[in-house]
């Protein structure tokens, strides 16, 4: 049974449209986040989310919303997509602020 | 804010060597240090972490050192293996809700 799971795991679209990545967890954990990861495997994050409300963010563009149903369900919608948008984004969950991660698969987006 | 340098960005070693990845960070407030192992098409997998009350731990082959004077942590990885090749991040927290990762040592295990 997966921990972090994310899906889709490729999405490949064109430039100017709107797409959205989804990410459950089932750990139990309170705290969830996006991750970037660029070409050269740089993480940086974009959010971070503790008991449904927003914590970080990380001056993302603000073509980027995420949105938290409920602790164990943290998706992120991104409108106009831009080239430079195609990374890997990577979910992750973690039990506290200071406890490691546990990172789902990631989701490839390739903008075209 | 904090800044994370990890090094080497490559490392190719021969099996059954060692190896070691070295960061620094910036914020002595830090507290937190974790290592991940990133796997090609995988996300990043916890291996090791160490608190700032602890200067060593250690599993099985890997371990981590912490000097938190200096502000550096270095990942230790003996008896390598093939399966060791990977992309391994270091990590630091400030105890808030973010954690800052280095820019990542592809690690390439020749048998």
């Known amino acids: 049974d997966t921990a972090v799971s994310q899906t889709p795991k490729y999405l490949v679209t064109q430039m100017g449209n709107d797409k959205s990545i989804k990410c459950e967890q089932n750990l139990g954990h309170d705290t969830m986040y996006w991750y970037k990861q660029d070409s050269k495997k740089f993480l940086k994050i974009m959010f971070s989310?503790?008991?449904?409300?927003?914590?970080i963010n990380e001056t993302v563009p603000n073509r980027f919303s995420p949105k938290s149903p409920d602790k164990a369900h943290l998706n992120l919608h991104i409108n106009s997509l831009e080239l430079g948008d195609s990374a890997v984004y990577f979910c992750?969950?973690?039990?506290?602020?200071?406890?490691?991660?546990?990172f789902g698969s990631g989701t490839r987006l390739t903008v075209v | 804010g904090e800044n994370v340098e990890q090094h080497p960005s490559t490392l190719s070693v021969q099996e059954g060597d060692s190896a070691v990845i070295k960061c620094t960070y910036s914020?002595?407030?830090?507290?937190?240090f974790p290592w991940y192992k990133q796997e090609l098409g995988k996300g990043p997998q916890l291996i090791i972490d160490i608190r700032s009350n602890v200067g060593e731990k250690k599993d099985q082959r890997i371990a981590v050192t912490l000097n938190k004077t200096a502000k550096h942590f270095s990942l230790h990885i003996t008896e390598t293996q093939p399966e060791d090749s990977a992309v391994y991040f270091c990590a630091v927290n400030t105890g808030g809700f973010k954690t800052i990762f280095g820019a990542g040592t592809r690690l390439f295990v020749k048998a």
């Open positions: 992750a969950s973690s039990s506290a602020q200071d406890y490691g991660y546990t």
């Open positions: 914020d002595s407030a830090s507290n937190y």
């Open positions: 989310y503790n008991n449904k409300e927003l914590i």
